[in-house]
């Protein structure tokens, strides 16, 4: 569950999260569970053109509500550099690869 | 997995009815929310209707004509949200985004907004639902939340061609190591969503534990294999 844990330590941080379908959504990260479900909050789109009613949503929300996003159509999760030791990532992953 | 919005043409019951579910293999109703009118993608609102949410799908039936309903299972549900900005909708609603299962290349036009054909249904990325009380709006979405964590996605056959890269001395790792790999079943856990702490991000990492078989390694390589496998 590395990137369970891994996401759960990045809980109050500023991410973007890019769809499958494209779609990518920044906002603070609230919470994630062992599926990588994401919930965010002060969520705002970044790609304004595919989904116009969507970013006009997300562009007014501020704060209050959250958005639930299926961690199966999560393509990426952008991070915040300065949330991130890549060098530790490296180490954990490749070890975990190995199986050690 | 993910299936798209589908008609639903049949009820049980008398009268308005229910949504016939799956009993014999574990689908249960969740909530009921009567006075609940369906926008599909761009078209106009359809009303009157009751919502019922199981924990396989959501299901919306028509108060009025017994023959029309929809329904999505929660694996095709991408997000959900509560949309409270009139710019984008009039009212408050809940927002969902349905993963399609059509064809990319058949093109989408609205030309009937009243042809639910399934060929058109299977197309639809936007739904809204929208409360006659807008109080309820909090609970649909939790309600949705709680659902959606109970259906993640089922864990697919391993490939027997994984096609891993390995730099030199992981693979010389790999060769040195007797042990098979056991695959840990996935523990049941239900870790619920909620706020969580904010730990130090480097201890976190160095003490990262995984008991996924999905990061296991694939099966031994022969050893007459050579190193350019990949």
Same mark, same amino acid.
């Given at each position: 569950?590395?990137?369970?844990? #891994?996401?759960?330590?990045?809980?109050? +941080?500023?991410?973007?999260?890019?769809?499958?379908?494209?779609?990518?959504?920044?906002?603070?990260?609230?919470?994630?569970?062992? #599926?990588?479900?994401?919930?965010?909050?002060?969520?705002?789109?970044?790609?304004?053109?595919? #989904?116009?009613?969507?970013?006009?949503?997300?562009?007014?929300?501020?704060?209050? +509500?959250?958005?639930?996003?299926?961690?199966?159509?999560? +393509? #990426?999760?952008?991070?915040?550099?300065?949330?991130?030791?890549?060098?530790?990532?490296?180490?954990?992953?490749?070890?975990?690869? +190995?199986?050690? | 997995?993910?299936?798209?919005?589908?008609?639903?043409?049949?009820?049980?019951?008398?009268?308005?009815?229910?949504?016939?579910?799956?009993?014999?293999?574990?689908?249960?109703?969740?909530?009921?929310?009567?006075? !609940?009118? $369906?926008?599909?993608?761009?078209?106009?609102?359809?009303?009157?209707?009751?919502?019922?949410?199981?924990?396989?799908?959501? !299901?919306?039936?028509?108060?009025?004509?017994?023959?029309?309903?929809?329904?999505?299972?929660?694996?095709?549900?991408?997000?959900?949200?509560?949309?409270?900005?009139?710019?984008?909708?009039?009212?408050?609603?809940?927002?969902?985004?349905?993963?399609?299962?059509?064809?990319?290349?058949?093109?989408?036009?609205?030309?009937?907004?009243?042809?639910?054909?399934?060929?058109?249904?299977?197309?639809?990325?936007?739904?809204?639902?929208?409360?006659?009380?807008?109080?309820?709006?909090?609970?649909?979405?939790?309600?949705?939340?709680?659902?959606?964590?109970?259906?993640?996605?089922?864990?697919?056959?391993?490939?027997?061609?994984?096609?891993?890269?390995?730099?030199?001395?992981?693979?010389?790792?790999?060769?040195?190591?007797?042990?098979?790999?056991?695959?840990?079943?996935?523990?049941?856990?239900?870790?619920? $969503?909620?706020?969580?702490?904010?730990?130090?991000?480097?201890?976190?990492?160095?003490?990262?534990?995984?008991?996924?078989?999905?990061?296991?390694?694939?099966?031994?390589?022969?050893?007459?294999?050579?190193?350019?496998?990949?």
């Amino acid at each position: 569950m590395l990137f369970f844990s #891994y996401f759960k330590d990045l809980v109050g +941080r500023e991410v973007t999260v890019e769809l499958k379908n494209d779609l990518a959504i920044r906002g603070t990260l609230h919470s994630v569970d062992q #599926y990588l479900n994401i919930k965010l909050e002060n969520t705002r789109v970044v790609d304004q053109d595919k #989904y116009p009613h969507m970013s006009n949503f997300l562009v007014c929300q501020l704060s209050v +509500r959250n958005c639930f996003i299926r961690g199966s159509v999560v +393509r #990426y999760v952008q991070l915040p550099p300065e949330g991130v030791d890549v060098e530790l990532l490296h180490d954990a992953t490749r070890r975990e690869a +190995r199986g050690g | 997995m993910a299936t798209g919005l589908r008609n639903v043409a049949e009820r049980a019951g008398d009268g308005a009815g229910q949504p016939i579910l799956d009993v014999d293999n574990g689908e249960e109703l969740m909530h009921v929310q009567s006075g !609940v009118a $369906i926008v599909l993608g761009n078209r106009p609102p359809k009303s009157p209707g009751t919502l019922y949410i199981s924990n396989r799908q959501v !299901v919306w039936l028509s108060d009025t004509d017994r023959a029309k309903g929809y329904a999505v299972d929660f694996y095709s549900v991408s997000l959900h949200a509560v949309s409270r900005d009139p710019e984008s909708y009039p009212s408050p609603c809940i927002y969902a985004q349905i993963e399609a299962s059509g064809n990319e290349e058949d093109e989408l036009e609205d030309s009937d907004s009243e042809n639910d054909d399934a060929l058109t249904l299977s197309k639809v990325t936007e739904i809204r639902l929208v409360p006659s009380d807008p109080n309820q709006l909090d609970t649909l979405f939790h309600i949705f939340c709680e659902c959606a964590e109970l259906n993640p996605d089922p864990l697919e056959e391993e490939d027997s061609d994984n096609d891993w890269v390995f730099s030199g001395d992981v693979m010389a790792a790999n060769a040195e190591d007797d042990d098979n790999p056991e695959w840990d079943v996935l523990q049941n856990r239900t870790h619920s $969503i909620g706020a969580n702490g904010n730990h130090d991000l480097v201890h976190s990492v160095v003490r990262l534990q995984i008991n996924d078989q999905r990061f296991e390694d694939a099966e031994e390589m022969e050893r007459n294999e050579t190193n350019g496998r990949h």
